[in-house]
């Protein structure tokens, strides 16, 4: 007799029905704090962490892929030598604070 599958908040979370590529940020977020939260709770069988430990790592790799996504349509506005805006370049483009 076999067990069903692991579940997070009533989805299952070993069957990909779920498709990452449709989920917003938010969703996939919100989606990966579950996951943390069971895991951090302890309360769940050995198969049952390897599972979501799983769906954690596709849901956190969909939402890294978010954000690299959005980070690459940021642009910073450019401003000329009167002041005014010049253009925009991208967000990460030498002469940032950061680089």
Request: one cysteine or more; charged letters at 30%.
């Amino acid at each position: 007799m076999t067990s069903p599958p692991p579940r997070v908040n009533d989805l299952r979370v070993d069957e990909g029905k779920t498709d990452l590529a449709e989920m917003s940020f938010e969703d996939a977020l919100r989606a990966l704090e579950q996951v943390v939260r069971r895991l951090e709770g302890g309360e769940v069988p050995l198969d049952e962490s390897i599972a979501l430990y799983e769906r954690g790592e596709k849901l956190r790799g969909h939402c890294q892929a978010r954000l690299d996504a959005a980070q690459a349509r940021i642009e910073a506005i450019v401003q000329g030598a009167d002041g005014k805006p010049a253009g925009t370049r991208p967000f990460d483009a030498p002469g940032d604070l950061g680089t």
